[in-house]
Structure formats: structure tokens, C-alpha cells
């Protein structure tokens, strides 16, 4: 007894163990599929089968799945895209494998894990017949064929038979047997299905569409259908045709009375996927008809079963148990013999095995296939869907609707529209490129102005080699619209950025660089610049290069896809670091010009560049309207291509246009109506109008400025200390440019009542002319200024003894200098002896004009006179056209009275600013 109790005991924990123990161990690896039509029989059988396998084997695996029907939702295809969509996007866990639809292959990608690393590679090669892109997408292999779906139809023989017709080859003798059948069987059974179409609104009917096309093909060889066909035309109408004389909406849109009308046999053309379900045995299996006999087409579709991307790191091992048995060859024959499935494994239908048992290896090798369009979009889906609805508003819509209008409006769904330069293809196109052809020319033949000497003058605000730079760029932002010809490529796009970058500096540094040289008070910084002009402009090019080397990589092509009307593409950055820096690079052009701006403002009233920089202002302006414009266009979603390429071409055109004239064809129409070659006409004819505003600007901001500095003279804490605005309203009305080289200190202007400010008049060298500059200033004792007086020719003095007398002023040392000496004789030899007794010497002796040489005088004082009138010292100084009419304060002395001299000054104290060097050139 006790050892019955014992083995009846060790039974109870064995059997605990096994039901319990052993089960709680078990992996459970759960899937998630969708079952239309019939198909949850299928998914059932295959768990059952790997479970019983799992067992058999001791696996401790067990696996199931979640089904999505009809009958547990109201899901399709679509929806269960979206689904299955939303657990990827959340990097759900729930589900270790995914069965999907293999059109979904590119969506799902970088969701499921990459096969080739997990399956060996024998077990691959099995499914090698088979399309890879349905499978395989960017060199992984997202998922391995479950089943493959075919469409064939199921042909009713006993119908035919009873009235003497045999199964239709093409789709006229369907047409005309269905018209016969349908009104025999009417009047016993008028709720006969003569043929289904199944049009439904999801992938299904895309499927049944596409191949009712390919069916309609000249040619049985080839693979893709021309959407703008006449036999595509022709299977569209025939498509409607079929619904209208034999079938309704309904009926064509509905998969629910496929099955039931395949068990029941009350249908004569029923067309769908091999069904898994006991088909009536009146029906025949055959293929699809077609436009001509001979020539059929079916869809090629089917499920794939791939790997969760975020599945748990335990999982993977019994996850790929469950898949490697799912796609092997055993089961794969099983799908076939017992599941009525075709399988992606070709090998299959060539075994006995396999065809004795079913009618379906001789289907198989009759089928003439045709892929879904999925290479044609990267978004399927979207396209699937639209393709859809303008086919289905022709089908179920309205009889007058054009059956043409409509499949171009498919075709253009995934046809990106440019503007083409050839002729055959665009009138626009041609025509464009004809106009960037002439302007281009114009530019390039007008820089032999540059080179003919007489129109030097004309071309003076720049050299020769930045204005042919200058050109370059013009020709470059033409070529820009050039690569908006054609196609777009990532080679156009990188070039267009790179060429929109060099144009900017080619056309805007140079001048930039003229406007740093040309500040109103010579600097070390603005002389560098000028003495390095070439380094300057080389850097930015160098910076351009270095920044659109940096994103060369960057570029996609973007695809602004329309429903109702033409597709295009554009040119798109991708990346946070390239678009931040392609932001920066344009803060950093915009400072640019922005600082042009602040400097042609500075220089406004500079005579050398007096019209030159009033030009370049309306460049300016012109080009900012423009990039904005242009910016914000690009910025709007603009879904038009015709309106877009419209408004960028004509953007650029404007901007050629107008820049071009405004700053280098201008000098060429003065030149064209100018009968003068008198090498400084130019520069003669465009200042003479400028003097009497240059003057009178002066005069208005010198009043205005005595004003404001004696109201503002309590706020003062030094005369070193003046306000910024009084500076640079200083700069903005000169009209002449004065050396800084000893850190000049700028007073406030006008303030002659706080400061006795005395205005002096001095002169400089520049390009081979003279020009005079008007500033107010104080001049501390025993400090040098360098003054250069304009002369025609250097051998105009010779005499040896002045030219020495002259060398030895510069070397001496006067601690009080008192005079300006004007010198009214003819002889300069009167004056010789008191040379080393003058500051600054001015004379009306044509003959006695200084030398070009530095002249160094150490001077505290203006002007002195030799009469002891100072209204007579004006007069003989306004003879002089290098001082201005404006001259304040003169200081007499004649007969070296130094003491009357000394008390002149100090009787109006004269202070002159802090300036030491006024330089030649």
C-alpha cells in the first residue's frame, strides 16, 4: 500500500512539473496579423503547427497571434497599416512578429530587424525568385515571404456549359458571354453575380485596377504599364463598360459576396486570390483575360513575416525559431497542399508531391505577373490611395467624366514636372534660356570697356580685376538659373548653393572692400585693407568653398507632390548642423550689406565716390527686396511649379538686371553718350553737381551742430569725450578723406563758442587727384603735420636751394611756430629766408607749388596774413580752390612782429584738434 501511495505521489510530481513547472518556462512569442477574406483558417494553422512542433521538440516556445478581421473590426488594409504603424512609432514590445502586407515593405524598414544577420543564407536563397524590393529594402531584409497572393479567376463551367460557351480568353468574349448567360438566367435567377470586378477601396482594388491595365498590353513581355497609353485608356473604359452592362457599384465594390457566392456557385466570372475556403465544384481555375488572347496579367501580392525592431533582447532567439519555421520549405509545401496558398518558394511547383494534389502548379506557370507601382513613390500608400480615388471617380461617378483627363492626372501623380530647354518639350523653356544666353553675353562683352585706357576714369570706383570679378558673378547667378533648366539632381542642387555663395562675394565683397578703404579717416585697419585687397576678398571666397564643402552631403531632393495638378521638385538641406549653419551664412552676407550701408552713409559726401556709392545704395536696397521677397516665397508652400519657377527665375533676372546696370552698365551708357575722351570728364561731370550740396549740407549740419554742443556742453565731462552721433554725422558730411595715423581725437563739432574751435582746410593725394577736406581741429604744440599741396609737374621746381631749404624745414625744430605765410610775388626767392618761419605756406605763384614730398612742420596755429587784414587774407585764400569758402579765423603777421602775432592768437584762441599727420596719398 505505501507503494502505491509513493508512485502515485512521484506521478502528481511529474505531472505538476510537466503542466506547471515546464509551462511557466515556456517563451511565449506573440505575433500580430491581418486576415481578409477567409484567411484567420490559415493564420490558425500555422500556430497550431509550430506549437505542436515547438512541443515535439521541446522548444518551450509557444506561439500566438492576435488577428485583425471583419468579423473583430472594421479594419482593412489600410487601417491595419496604420495600426500596425502606431505600435512601431511607439517602439511597442507587445509584439515580437509583424505579418504585413509586402507593398509596406519601404514604410516598415528601419522598424524590423535585419534578417541577414539572424537566418542563415540557404534558408534565403529559397525565396530568390522573388522581387527583393518586396522583401528587401536599402541591402536589409526587412521580412521573409509568408504566402503569395495571385489573382486568378474562378470560371463557372457548369453555367457555361448549359449554354454552350466556353471560359473567355479575353475580355470582349467575357464581355459578350456574361451579356448572353445574364439574360438567359434573369428570368430564374436575377440574382445571378455574372462578374465581380472587386474595385474595393483599399489594396485589394488597387491590386484588381493595376492588373486589369496590365492586361491590356501589346506587348506579353512587358513588365509595367504606360498610364498614358491608348490601351490603358481603352481598359479603363472597358472597365466601366463591364461594371455597367454586367454587374453594379455594389458588386464591384464589395469582397463580402465573394465567398459566399464561391461556396454557393451562384456566380459566373468571380475573380480573387486563391481562397482558402470549399470552393464550389463548379468552378474552374484559370487566369485573368486580357486585351488580346495569350495575354493576361495578375497582380503580384502577398504577406511578409519580419522581426519587431524593439523587441525584448530574450525574445529574439524564440522569435526567429517561430519564423525560420513559418517560411521553411515543409511548411511552405503545406501552405499549398492543404491551405490553398501560393508560396514564394518557385522549386515548389516543380514537385509531384505538391502538383498531383492541387491544380495549382499549372496556374502558376501560366501566370504572367505584374509588380505594384512601389518604386514610383516613396510614399505608396499616399499614392495608392489617391490612384484609387480618380479611378473610382470615373468608375462610380459620372458618364460624362474624360476617362483621359483622368489617367493623366495618375500619371502625373508621380511625374515631376521641370522646365525643359529644349524646344520639343517646352516654349518657356527655350525662351528662358535664350534670355540667360543674351544677358549672359552682354555681360561678358561689355568688360572690354575695362580694357580701352581713355574710359579708365569711368571705371575708377573699382580695378580692373574686381570689376571682372564682379561680372563673373553676374554670370554666375545666370548659370544659377541655368541649373533650374531640366531635372533637378543633387549635383544641381550643391552647385546652385555653391555658385549663389561666390556670386554674392564676387559682386558685393569688392565693393565692400572699397567702402573699408575709403572710411573717412584713414586707420590702420582700413589701410591694411587697402594694401590688401586681394587677401580680403580671397578669404571670403575661401570661407564660401569651406561652408558648401560642409553640406555637400546634405542635399535631398524634395518632391512637392499635387492631387490636382502638376508635381515638382526642389532642392532640400537636410540635417540640424547644415541648416544652422546654412542660417548663419546668411545672418552673415545680410551683416555684410548691412555694414555696406552703415559705410556708404559714412561716406556719403565723398567726392571721389560721390555718385558710386548712391549707386551701390540702390543696389542694395533692390537686392534686400529681393532676397526677402524671394526668402518668403520660399517659405511659403507653394504648389504650383509654374508659379514657382516663374517667380525664382524672374527674382533672378531682376536682380541681374538691376545690379548689373546700377553698378557697372550705368558707366557704360555715360560713356556710350559722352562725345568726350578727356580722361578725367567723368569724374569732372559727376562731382561738379555735387558741390553746391556737399557745401550746403555742411553749412545746415555746422549750424545745427554749434547748436546741439552748446546745449549739450554741461553734459561734457572732457573736450576728449564727444558724443557718437556728432562723430558719425562728422564722417557722414565730409566730402574728403583725413589721416588718422597718430590716433586723432575727433571734437565736437561746431563748438567754437566752448571750445574756439578754429576750422582749418588741408589736403591729400588720391588716385592722381587732389581733394580737399574740410575738418574742425585743435593742434597741441611741437606736434608734426604732414601737408602735400597738388602740383602738375615736379620739374616745375627746380631750384636745387628750395628743394634744400624745403629739407631742411622738415628736420627742424620750431617749439612755437606762428605763421602761415601767403605769398603774393612772383619770386619765391623772397621768400626763402623765411621759410623755417612758416607753418603752412600758401602761395598764387603758379611756379612755387610745394614738391610731392612729405613737408613736416611742427604747428599749433591757422593761418596768418601779411597786412593785418583778415578780410583781405579770406579773399587771397579763396583764390586758392583748396580752401573752402567757409575758412573761420586767420591770424595776421607780415613784418615777423611775433609778439602782435603771438597776441592774435590768443586773443581768439585758436585751438586746432589733436590731428598729426596729413599724408600724400
Same mark, same amino acid.
Given at each position: ?842 602761395? /598764387? &605763384?603758379?611756379?612755387? !607749388? #610745394?614738391?610731392?614730398?612729405? =613737408? ?5 596755429? $591757422? *593761418?596768418? @596774413? %601779411? +597786412?593785418?587784414?583778415?578780410? /583781405? &587774407?579770406?579773399?587771397? !585764400? #579763396?583764390?586758392?580752390?583748396? =580752401? ?5 579765423? $586767420? *591770424?595776421? @603777421? %607780415? +613784418?615777423?612782429?611775433?609778439?602782435? &602775432? ?20
Amino acid at each position: 500500500m505505501a507503494k502505491i501511495i509513493e508512485k502515485i505521489i512521484l506521478f502528481g510530481i511529474i505531472a505538476f512539473y510537466f503542466i506547471f513547472i515546464k509551462k511557466v518556462k515556456s517563451i511565449i512569442v506573440n505575433g500580430l496579423a491581418f486576415a481578409p477574406l477567409a484567411q484567420t483558417e490559415l493564420y490558425s494553422y500555422i500556430a497550431n503547427e509550430f506549437n505542436e512542433y515547438s512541443e515535439r521538440n521541446n522548444l518551450n516556445i509557444t506561439f500566438n497571434i492576435n488577428l485583425f478581421t471583419s468579423n473583430n473590426s472594421t479594419a482593412n488594409t489600410d487601417d491595419f497599416y496604420s495600426v500596425t504603424d502606431s505600435f512601431f512609432k511607439k517602439k511597442s514590445q507587445k509584439y515580437d512578429i509583424y505579418f504585413y502586407n509586402n507593398v509596406y515593405t519601404p514604410s516598415f524598414e528601419s522598424y524590423l530587424l535585419d534578417l541577414n544577420k539572424l537566418l542563415p543564407e540557404n534558408h534565403i536563397n529559397m525565396y530568390k525568385n522573388i522581387e527583393e524590393y518586396k522583401y528587401s529594402y536599402n541591402n536589409k531584409l526587412v521580412g521573409m515571404p509568408f504566402f503569395i497572393n495571385y489573382s486568378v479567376m474562378y470560371n463557372n463551367v457548369q453555367l457555361l456549359e448549359k449554354y454552350g460557351r466556353q471560359i473567355p480568353n479575353t475580355w470582349n468574349e467575357l464581355l459578350e458571354t456574361g451579356i448572353y448567360i445574364l439574360e438567359k438566367e434573369k428570368k430564374n435567377n436575377d440574382e445571378i453575380i455574372i462578374y465581380n470586378g472587386a474595385f474595393v477601396d483599399d489594396e485589394i482594388g488597387m491590386g484588381s485596377i493595376y492588373e486589369f491595365f496590365y492586361s491590356y498590353r501589346d506587348d506579353i513581355n512587358a513588365k509595367t504599364v504606360d498610364l498614358t497609353s491608348k490601351n490603358t485608356l481603352d481598359a479603363l473604359i472597358m472597365m466601366k463598360k463591364l461594371k455597367n452592362e454586367l454587374s453594379s457599384d455594389h458588386i464591384y465594390s464589395n469582397l463580402d459576396i465573394i465567398v459566399q457566392t464561391l461556396i454557393d456557385g451562384n456566380g459566373l466570372f468571380i475573380k480573387t486570390s486563391l481562397m482558402d475556403i470549399p470552393v464550389n465544384k463548379s468552378y474552374k481555375i484559370t487566369t485573368i483575360p486580357g486585351n488580346k488572347k495569350g495575354i493576361s496579367g495578375t497582380i503580384t501580392g502577398g504577406y511578409n513575416v519580419g522581426l519587431n525592431g524593439y523587441i525584448k533582447e530574450e525574445k529574439i532567439e524564440p522569435s526567429r525559431e517561430v519564423l525560420m519555421y513559418i517560411t521553411s520549405k515543409d511548411v511552405q509545401k503545406k501552405i499549398i497542399t492543404d491551405r490553398h496558398r501560393f508560396s514564394g518558394i518557385s522549386s515548389l511547383y516543380n514537385e509531384k508531391e505538391v502538383c498531383d494534389k492541387v491544380n495549382i502548379c499549372e496556374i502558376y506557370k501560366k501566370l504572367q505577373f505584374v509588380e505594384r507601382p512601389l518604386t514610383l513613390t516613396n510614399n505608396y500608400s499616399g499614392y495608392s490611395g489617391i490612384f484609387r480615388y480618380y479611378i473610382y471617380k470615373y468608375l462610380y461617378g459620372d458618364d460624362d467624366m474624360n476617362p483621359a483627363e483622368i489617367l493623366k492626372k495618375i500619371d502625373d501623380l508621380t511625374k515631376y514636372y521641370y522646365i525643359s530647354p529644349k524646344l520639343k518639350d517646352s516654349n518657356i523653356g527655350i525662351f528662358i534660356f535664350i534670355i540667360y544666353g543674351i544677358l549672359s553675353f552682354i555681360i561678358i562683352f561689355s568688360s572690354i570697356f575695362l580694357f580701352i585706357d581713355k574710359f579708365d576714369s569711368y571705371f575708377s570706383f573699382l580695378s580692373k580685376d574686381f570689376w571682372i570679378l564682379s561680372l563673373i558673378g553676374y554670370v554666375l547667378i545666370l548659370y544659377i538659373s541655368y541649373l533650374d533648366l531640366g531635372k533637378v539632381t543633387i549635383l544641381k542642387c550643391y552647385l546652385k548653393l555653391l555658385f549663389q555663395y561666390l556670386s554674392f562675394t564676387f559682386i558685393f565683397i569688392p565693393i565692400f572692400c572699397r567702402l573699408i578703404s575709403n572710411y573717412p579717416e584713414v586707420n590702420k585697419f582700413s589701410e591694411w585693407i587697402n594694401n590688401h585687397q586681394y587677401i580680403f576678398v580671397v578669404t571670403f571666397i575661401i570661407i564660401d568653398l569651406l561652408i558648401s564643402g560642409l553640406i555637400s552631403n546634405s542635399f535631398s531632393i524634395n518632391n512637392i507632390i499635387n492631387h490636382d495638378s502638376k508635381n515638382f521638385q526642389t532642392c532640400k538641406i537636410n540635417g540640424i548642423f547644415s541648416n544652422i549653419l546654412i542660417i548663419a551664412t546668411a545672418l552673415f552676407k545680410l551683416m555684410i550689406i548691412l555694414f555696406s550701408l552703415f559705410l556708404i552713409f559714412l561716406e556719403w559726401f565723398l567726392k571721389i565716390t560721390y555718385n558710386d556709392v548712391r549707386l551701390c545704395t540702390a543696389a542694395y536696397y533692390i537686392s534686400i527686396l529681393l532676397i526677402i521677397l524671394l526668402t518668403i516665397f520660399d517659405n511659403i508652400n507653394i504648389r504650383n511649379y509654374n508659379v514657382y519657377f516663374t517667380i525664382r527665375e524672374l527674382t533672378i533676372i531682376i536682380f541681374v538686371i538691376t545690379n548689373y546696370i546700377l553698378l557697372y552698365g550705368i558707366r557704360i551708357m555715360i560713356i556710350m553718350n559722352n562725345n568726350k575722351n578727356n580722361k578725367d570728364y567723368y569724374i569732372e561731370k559727376t562731382t561738379q553737381s555735387s558741390i553746391e550740396e556737399i557745401s550746403s549740407s555742411l553749412k545746415r549740419f555746422s549750424t545745427t551742430s554749434e547748436i546741439s554742443s552748446v546745449n549739450n556742453s554741461s553734459s561734457s565731462s572732457s573736450k576728449d569725450s564727444y558724443p557718437l552721433l556728432i562723430k558719425l554725422l562728422n564722417y557722414h558730411y565730409r566730402n574728403e578723406i583725413i589721416s588718422t595715423k597718430y590716433k586723432n581725437k575727433l571734437p565736437v563739432i561746431g563748438n567754437k563758442i566752448r571750445n574756439n574751435g578754429v576750422q582749418s582746410s588741408v589736403n591729400y593725394r588720391s588716385n592722381n587727384m587732389i581733394y580737399n577736406k574740410r575738418t574742425y581741429s585743435s593742434v597741441d604744440y611741437n606736434e608734426k603735420i604732414l601737408l602735400s599741396k597738388n602740383y602738375k609737374n615736379e620739374n616745375q621746381i627746380k631750384d636745387n636751394k628750395l628743394n634744400d631749404r624745403m629739407a631742411t624745414a622738415i628736420e627742424c625744430d620750431i617749439p612755437k611756430p606762428k605763421n602761415i605765410l601767403i605769398e603774393k610775388n612772383k619770386d619765391i626767392s623772397e621768400t626763402n629766408n623765411s621759410l623755417s618761419n612758416v607753418d603752412f605756406y600758401i602761395t /598764387e &605763384s603758379k611756379d612755387a !607749388l #610745394l614738391p610731392n614730398k612729405k =613737408i613736416t612742420f611742427e604747428s599749433k596755429h $591757422s *593761418i596768418l @596774413d %601779411n +597786412n593785418g587784414d583778415i578780410s /583781405e &587774407s579770406r579773399n587771397i !585764400l #579763396l583764390k586758392h580752390n583748396d =580752401i573752402p569758402e567757409s575758412i573761420d579765423i $586767420s *591770424i595776421i @603777421d %607780415n +613784418n615777423n612782429n611775433n609778439n602782435k &602775432s603771438k597776441n592774435n592768437i590768443e586773443k581768439i584762441n585758436t585751438l586746432m584738434k589733436n590731428q598729426k599727420d596729413i599724408t600724400d596719398n
